[in-house]
C-alpha cells in the first residue's frame, strides 16, 4: 500500500479561480479528514467525511466544500480562490476504531496569485 | 475553546542533553491528547497518545490536568530526533479532528 496518495501535488490558481484537490485513504480506511497548513502553522481542521458522510466541519466558509465517494476516495473543493488560501492542503485517513490515528498524505501545494 | 499551544518555535538542544517539548491545550471536557511528529522529507505520523501510556523512541509524555499541560520528554536526545513535533487535541470522542499546536522545531545538534 503507498499509504494515503493525494493530487496533484503542487497547484498553481488566480484569485476567483476554483480548484479541486484529491485524495485516496489507505486500504481498508473508510475515514477522510482535510487540513489546511498555512506557512509555519500547524494543520487546521477542515473536514472530516466518514462513510460518505460529513462528520465535522472546522471554521472554513462555505466556499469550502467536500465529498466522499463509494470507494472512500474525496475531494475538496475550494471556490473563489483568495490569496489567504495558499496553503499546504493535508489529507489523512484512519479507520473506524482508531480515528485519532491518522496517516496523513503529502499534501498539495496551492499557490493563490 | 478548544485550543493548543507549543510556546517554543525552536529548541535546541546537544546530542545526549535532555529534551522536553512543551504543550499547553485548553478543552472543556476529558482531552485526547497525541504528539505527532514530522521528520525531515516525510509525512506528518503519530507518535504516541496520552491513553497508551507507552514510550516511543525513548519519548514519554504525561497529562497534567491542573496545569493543562502534555509536555514531551526524552531523557537523552538523538540527532535522529530531530524533527517539527507538533501537539494535537482529539476534538471528540475518536473522532477525526484534530486540534494541532502550531508545532516546534527540534534541532540536535552533534
Known amino acids: 500500500d503507498a499509504g494515503v496518495t493525494q493530487s496533484p501535488t503542487h497547484l498553481i490558481k488566480t484569485r476567483g479561480q476554483h480548484v479541486t484537490l484529491r485524495c485516496s485513504p489507505i486500504?481498508?480506511?473508510?475515514?477522510v479528514s482535510w487540513y489546511q497548513q498555512v506557512l509555519g502553522q500547524g494543520p487546521q481542521f477542515i473536514f472530516q467525511?466518514?462513510?460518505?458522510?460529513?462528520?465535522g466541519r472546522g471554521n472554513f466558509p462555505d466556499r469550502f466544500s467536500a465529498r466522499q465517494f463509494p470507494n472512500y476516495s474525496s475531494e475538496l473543493n475550494v471556490n473563489a480562490l483568495l490569496l489567504g488560501d495558499s496553503a499546504l492542503y493535508l489529507c489523512?485517513?484512519?479507520?473506524?476504531?482508531?480515528?485519532?490515528?491518522?496517516?496523513f498524505g503529502p499534501g498539495t501545494r496551492l499557490t493563490v496569485t | 475553546a478548544q485550543r493548543v499551544t507549543q510556546p517554543e518555535k525552536l529548541l535546541s538542544v546537544f546530542k545526549g542533553a535532555p529534551v522536553e517539548l512543551k504543550c499547553n491545550y485548553s478543552?472543556?471536557?476529558?482531552?485526547?491528547l497525541f504528539w505527532y511528529v514530522q521528520y525531515s522529507r516525510q509525512r506528518l505520523q503519530l507518535l504516541l497518545r496520552?491513553?497508551s501510556r507507552e514510550s516511543i523512541k525513548g519519548f514519554t509524555a504525561d497529562l497534567n490536568k491542573g496545569e493543562t499541560s502534555f509536555h514531551l520528554k526524552k531523557p537523552f536526545a538523538q540527532e535522529e530526533d530531530s524533527a517539527m513535533y507538533y501537539c494535537?487535541?482529539?476534538?471528540?470522542?475518536?473522532?477525526?479532528?484534530?486540534?494541532f499546536g502550531q508545532g516546534t522545531t527540534l534541532q540536535v545538534k552533534p
Open positions: 489523512a485517513s484512519s479507520s473506524r476504531d482508531r480515528a485519532y490515528e491518522q496517516y
Open positions: 486500504s481498508g480506511h473508510k475515514s
Open positions: 467525511y466518514y462513510e460518505k458522510e460529513e462528520r
Open positions: 478543552y472543556s471536557g476529558s482531552p485526547e
Open positions: 496520552h491513553i
Open positions: 494535537a487535541l482529539s476534538g471528540g470522542s475518536n473522532t477525526g479532528k484534530l486540534i
